[in-house]
């Protein structure tokens, strides 16, 4: 069975600073991977997403994230916090047509960014 | 492109009584749409999986006579919570998926409480 575990279900970076979102997954088939992002009483936004080829996925807001099969991760970062990125943000797991589409969402991380 | 609209964004009703939330893909067929729960501070629930023409396939633990799931058509699904109760309140997500497309573009939420 499909699951996720984010790390930390709140991180406090500064302004400027480094975002590192954790996200671990397991899947017994090659998984689609992706990272939504939530504002208060909003749906979710697609940040980035993968499905094959580059591990390194590049999404909207400055954000990418890094497939790592060897250590089942898929971690999302961002060089330089912006008071706007803070939010609530899912790292989601699909195994596709084998779970009917079905996406498994981690706890969420919620990041403060200080000024 | 690929917009999901749900309705009402927010809705009141008293204990005993039923309602209906809305969720429409608004540029594109949906074969696939899917009900979430969420509660504050915590991750999406799914609830159900509703295929146009067929009946939902609901999680375990989710009662099907109480969240009722019709997906008349390509574009148009809906979730009536029945004989609602004050434990019933929370926020309400659809999402939508097209053909055997990876990716589910969501809604922005129905915020239900029962009185």
């Known amino acids: 069975a499909q699951s996720v575990t984010q790390l930390g279900s709140h991180v406090s970076v500064s302004e400027g600073a480094l975002v590192l979102l954790r996200c671990n997954y397991s899947?017994?088939?090659?998984?689609?991977l992706f990272w939504y992002v939530q504002y208060p009483n909003q749906g979710l936004q697609l940040l980035l997403k993968?499905?094959?080829?580059?591990?390194l996925v590049k999404g909207i807001n400055g954000f990418e994230a890094e497939f790592k099969k060897s250590e089942t991760s898929f971690h999302l970062t961002k060089p330089s916090a912006h008071m706007s990125d803070a939010a609530e943000y899912f790292c989601a797991v699909s195994e596709g047509e084998n779970q009917g589409g079905k996406l498994i969402f981690g706890q969420g991380t919620e990041l403060s960014v200080k000024p | 492109g690929a917009v999901v609209s749900q309705h009402p964004s927010r809705v009141i009703c008293k204990s005993g009584t039923s309602v209906k939330i809305e969720c429409r893909s608004l540029?594109?067929?949906?074969?696939?749409m899917f009900w979430y729960r969420q509660f504050p501070k915590q991750s999406l629930m799914l609830m159900a999986t509703s295929n146009e023409g067929s009946k939902a396939t609901y999680e375990q633990g989710v009662e099907k006579d109480k969240f009722l799931i019709n997906h008349a058509s390509l574009t148009l699904s809906t979730l009536t919570v029945t004989s609602a109760h004050p434990e019933d309140s929370s926020f309400y997500i659809c999402s939508a998926r097209q053909g055997f497309s990876y990716e589910q573009y969501f809604g922005p939420g129905t915020r239900l409480t029962v009185t």
């Open positions: 993968y499905t094959t080829g580059a591990t």
């Open positions: 540029d594109f067929q949906a074969t696939t």
């Open positions: 899947s017994s088939v090659p998984p689609y």
